[in-house]
């Protein structure tokens, strides 16, 4: 079993700057991606950001030229930077690790971190 832990969540003013942290832990011998999504209230969750345990990225458009996903690999931790907030990126971040192997390559799956709030106020 695997654990996806998020942190660093918050009330920032719009323009601010945020940095979140996500980490897996538990059984885990490889990651083929982790990943942020986010689910405002009355709206489906979306995909914000990937990224590959070889570095390639993906962003929603809407997030394009303001956040950045980076990952530590030896660590299984991913982070988001988020920079220029705007009001309507309040919502719950939720990290995603996919494609998730045990030791001797056993399994294949995804776990979701619980979430953390982020809230920009205008």
């Known amino acids: 079993q695997v654990q996806v832990v998020e942190s660093g969540g918050g009330l920032v003013q719009a323009g601010g700057s945020l940095r979140l942290s996500c980490a897996a832990s538990?059984?885990?011998?490889?990651?083929?991606?982790m990943g942020w999504y986010r689910q405002a209230p009355g709206k489906q969750r979306e995909l914000v950001a990937t990224?590959?345990?070889?570095?390639?990225?993906n962003y929603a458009d809407s997030v394009k030229g303001r956040f950045t996903i980076s990952r530590d690999n030896g660590k299984n931790t991913v982070y988001l930077q988020m920079n220029s907030l705007k009001p309507e990126d309040t919502a719950v971040y939720y990290c995603?690790?996919?494609?998730?192997?045990?030791?001797?390559?056993?399994?294949?799956?995804?776990?979701w971190g619980q979430g953390t709030q982020v809230t920009v106020s205008s």
């Open positions: 995603n690790a996919a494609g998730v192997r045990g030791r001797n390559w056993v399994g294949n799956n995804d776990y």
């Open positions: 538990g059984s885990i011998f490889y990651i083929n991606a």
């Open positions: 990224i590959t345990s070889g570095g390639s990225t």
